[in-house]
């Protein structure tokens, strides 16, 4: 027996590498959040985050509907449901898309995900073979990167500006593009107070990506986590509110307007598509959280969801209004920043020559941590920007963080 023990010491440690899959191998940690990690336990300002703030949680209210759940909904909520999510919530939900966003509902189906992050992956699984086009915006959602990135696919970028995704120029690559031969399979948007840049496709734009879409015939996810945090300016129309051609997959989700602990989200979609992602999902985790789901089906039948977003808004605005406030007031000449109507994030541009990821550093030795942008465009091929959140450090803290950040940036130029 110690002869055996011994041997196998012999051998030293196992090639953990060897064993991974080839697609496990591209799969990569950031060294950024690595960095940032260190950071949330020190007294550095975080405007690095992309929590929502946990004083917007309706405690109270989840409360009150947990002893309800338990009493009278226990034999649901303990037990295993539908992959395609609990009826009652994707019945709330679809009522609430169509009362609140005009989407004809008739035509959609619902289902219910484990945050639109899983959502993400699942539209990776069933639409994206390897080498299919995949449009994103410039910058774009980092995760959805790291979700569609497992596929595959080939990406194109088209870059933002202050009235969201450049659909002139996405029109010119699709022009190109058929020229050549060569076709998109999607587009991905998050169109209203994006993640990271915090701007709004305008309703022209929107109009005129589904007009695309119809003509080169691609497909649209829109995501939309942050669509009721609108602190100032007009309602725009959802772009699924917009097709008519069942082209849009529409992602809801409930963190940042319940909790993002429950990891609940919704896709709405032509029924053909839903099926095809409800099989896709079955082998990834055959439900999503019961319990979650009927809690928060209490809390949008009860009506505590329209009560509770303007707590939200209320919270979150003068945070908004601080951080930009700061920006006009600490930031040099030649800094730039969009100027969000909600959501969480502001996007800043520095001069050419500024590498924010070479800068960060600095910027935690004066006591303040952002992201560097890189990270946010599919060829990370951008050095200047970084992304600013509002949502988890209070008025004060915004003020001072964004006061030794201007001072990083005068030291750099
Ligand atoms: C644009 C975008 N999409 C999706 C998600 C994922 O959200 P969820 O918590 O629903 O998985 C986030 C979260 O921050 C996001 O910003």
């Known amino acids: 027996m110690e002869e055996a023990l011994k041997k196998k010491f012999e051998k030293g440690p196992l090639n953990f590498e060897a064993y991974f899959s080839e697609k496990a191998l591209k799969m990569k940690a950031s060294e950024i959040r690595e960095l940032l990690k260190l950071v949330e336990t020190s007294d550095v300002i975080s405007l690095a985050g992309g929590l929502p703030n946990p004083k917007t949680f309706p405690v109270d209210i989840i409360d009150k509907i947990l002893d309800e759940v338990i009493r009278e909904h226990a034999d649901k909520a303990l037990q295993y449901g539908t992959t395609k999510g609990f009826t009652p919530l994707r019945l709330a939900i679809a009522e609430w898309l169509r009362k609140r966003y005009s989407i004809p509902t008739s035509k959609v189906d619902i289902m219910v995900t484990s ?47 202050d009235e969201g995704m450049r659909t002139d120029l996405l029109e010119e690559k699709l022009r190109e593009l058929k020229a050549e031969g060569k076709k998109v399979k999607l587009v991905y948007t998050v169109p ?31 995501d939309d986590p942050y669509g009721e945090l609108r602190y100032s300016g007009k309602p725009v129309p959802k772009i699924k509110a917009l097709d008519t051609e069942g082209r849009v997959l529409y992602l809801g989700t409930f963190s940042k ?61 003068p945070r908004r209004d601080a951080m930009l406030e700061a920006l006009e007031e600490y930031m040099p000449e030649g800094v730039k920043w969009t ?75």
């Open 339 to 413: 100027k969000p109507d909600g959501g969480m994030f502001v996007w800043v541009t520095l001069p050419d020559r500024v590498d924010t990821k070479l800068m960060l550093e600095k910027a935690v030795k004066r006591g303040v941590a952002y992201v560097p942008g890189e990270a946010f465009y599919a060829y990370r091929d951008v050095k200047n920007t970084m992304r600013l959140n509002f949502t988890y450090v209070d008025e004060d803290k915004i003020r001072e963080g964004v006061k030794r950040l201007a001072e990083t940036i005068k030291e750099e130029l």
């Open 257 to 317: 307007i319940l909790a993002p602990g429950f990891r609940l989200g919704w896709i709405a979609g032509e029924p053909h598509f839903i099926r095809k992602l409800e099989i896709a999902k079955q082998s990834v985790d055959l439900c999503t959280n019961a319990f979650g789901q009927v809690v928060a089906w209490k809390y949008l039948e009860g009506g505590y969801l329209e009560e509770h977003i303007p707590k939200i808004i209320e919270f979150y605005k």
């Open 192 to 222: 209203t107070f994006q993640n990271p840049a915090g701007v709004t496709m305008t309703e022209e734009r929107r109009k005129h990506l589904l007009e695309l879409a119809s003509e080169y015939d691609f497909i649209i996810v829109e």
């Open 115 to 161: 945050g639109s992050q899983q959502a993400l992956d699942l539209i990776g699984r069933v639409f994206i073979n390897p080498g299919d086009i995949v449009v994103v915006e410039a910058p774009t959602y980092l995760a959805a990167l790291q979700a569609f990135s497992f596929y595959e696919p080939n990406y194109i970028q088209i870059p933002l500006d």
